[in-house]
């Protein structure tokens, strides 16, 4: 007995040894297909190739289709997300340099990292996200 079965209009997989709590919970899908093991573990189990994405094929099994190429929107978005995270960061690292030095007690070790980061935050600051997902982010002070 196959341990798994896959359902086209859902592009899942489920667990057969399960059908009866799905069937309860009135989940359980009306067009699942029996898949023997070396199915699941090329298209659940492991990561699709490069440029792959799963779909429902003609014969209701699974397969490898051309993936879809990303909404430029959603790029844009992810890539605010990522920008404002990497700013956050840099403030937070820039916050008790800045304090050692308006304490007038910063070391030149202090001074150096100030000016590091800050350079960073400036060069973020420049991103432009509407180039996603081409975007040459700056390297990340250590």
Do not use: C
């Not at 404002?84 to 007690?105: G, N, Y």
Request: no cysteine; glycine share 4%.
């Amino acid at each position: 007995m196959n341990k798994y079965v896959y359902s086209p209009t859902n592009n899942a997989f489920y667990p057969a040894e399960l059908q009866d709590v799905y069937e309860s919970a009135g989940s359980w899908p009306s067009d699942a297909v029996s898949v023997d093991d070396s199915i699941y573990i090329e298209f659940a189990a492991n990561t699709p190739p490069h440029g792959k994405q799963r779909n429902a094929g003609k014969d209701g099994k699974p397969e490898w289709i051309e993936a879809a190429s990303p909404d430029p929107l959603v790029l844009t978005a992810i890539a605010e997300g990522d920008k404002v995270r990497l700013l956050a960061e840099a403030t937070a690292a820039i916050s008790p340099l800045q304090d050692a030095v308006d304490a007038d007690i910063a070391t030149d070790e202090e001074l150096q990292q100030l000016k590091v980061w800050k350079t960073y935050r400036v060069m973020l600051n420049r991103v432009d996200v509407s180039a996603a997902p081409e975007i040459n982010w700056p390297e990340k002070p250590k």
